[in-house]
């Protein structure tokens, strides 16, 4: 008897009126990707030449953007882009304008190639000009301190920051290398 009463009392809460007033919940649309034509004004990747008037660089990495943009009947949208890192290297001209933007930003004299890079670029007549430089990894060894950084205590430094990262990775590669190697044995 005390199972048949357990066995109404929940069927009247799951067939309950106010269960059934419910709206089902509205799934969230995904963000639709940028046109083809679209600029991000972003890039990373590793340079892999450096010249007098610019430098070029490889995409690698992943980068990716939310634009939140209007349609043209006003109602907002979510778009996104991801940098294809299969496409080939582009070159980026300095610009003329001063070398360092802001703090965290390095100057373009200290890229060397091989340097893993986070730029900020614009088009302007068919080239693509770099705005500022963000050095993120230089493989064997340190990278160099940003505009800024003598100003602040070495933890708050965006090099210390990078350089601690690169040193993580690094170990981690190591440490990855000698288990496999030891997993081989």
Not at 138 to 154: H, Q, S
Request: proline letters at 9%; charged letters at 20%.
């Amino acid at each position: 008897m005390r199972r048949i009463c357990a066995l109404l009392l929940a069927s009247l809460v799951l067939c309950s009126p106010s269960g059934a007033r419910q709206k089902p919940p509205v799934p969230q649309q995904q963000p639709t990707p940028v046109p083809a034509d679209w600029y991000p004004g972003r890039f990373c990747g590793t340079v892999v030449g450096v010249g007098p008037n610019g430098f070029v660089i490889k995409p690698t990495g992943w980068l990716k953007m939310l634009v939140l943009d209007h349609k043209p009947d006003g109602t907002p949208r979510e778009r996104f882009y991801l940098q294809d890192n299969s496409k080939p290297p582009r070159e980026f001209k300095f610009c003329a304008a001063p070398r360092v933007v802001q703090c965290g930003d390095h100057d373009v004299t200290a890229v060397q190639a091989g340097d893993f890079v986070s730029i900020t670029c614009h088009l302007f007549k068919g080239a693509e000009f770099c705005n500022s430089v963000q050095i993120q990894r230089r493989w064997g060894g340190t990278v160099p301190m940003a505009a800024g950084d003598d100003t602040l205590e070495a933890k708050n430094r965006s090099s210390t920051r990078w350089n601690n990262e690169q040193r993580n990775e690094e170990r981690a590669y190591a440490l990855a290398g000698r288990v496999l190697r030891n997993l081989g044995r």
